[in-house]
């Protein structure tokens, strides 16, 4: 008669948190960088809407012939928040020859290194923000 030894088959405590540190550290470089991208992809909704507000804006000037008294909101142009609802949308400054527009994060988006987006009647596209980020890398 032969005797079985059952050898005990499983991970060692080590094994676990040898583990657990490899996922903590996979999770801890992937996550940010995940968390850039999603911001990068919403800030389609800012350029979008602000250069739909420009055309209605261009609208408006070519009815009346100055852009003064353009608003937002219900009974105005455009919304004040974007589609996807990441931006909040003003009109910063109107003269009877020129207009800007912004888009400023709300929400999840607040924390984006491009912070605001700005758009001018002459096509100049612009960001504030203190990260050092181009406008044309926000604008991409």
Known sequence: MTMHRWRNQGFTL????????VIALLSALAYPSY???VAKGRRTDAKQSLLELSQRMERFY???GTYVGAALGNTGLYPTVSPGGYYDLSITA???DGFTVQAAPRGSQVGDACASF???QVGD?????D???SAVKCWQ
Do not use: D, K, P, W
């Open 118 to 120: 700005l758009y001018n």
């Open 14 to 21: 080590i094994e676990v948190m040898i583990a657990l540190v």
């Open 94 to 96: 109107q003269t009877a």
């Open 125 to 129: 596209q612009t960001v504030s923000n």
């Open 62 to 64: 070519t009815e009346r």
């Open 35 to 37: 968390q850039q991208q």
């Open 131 to 133: 990260a050092g980020l």
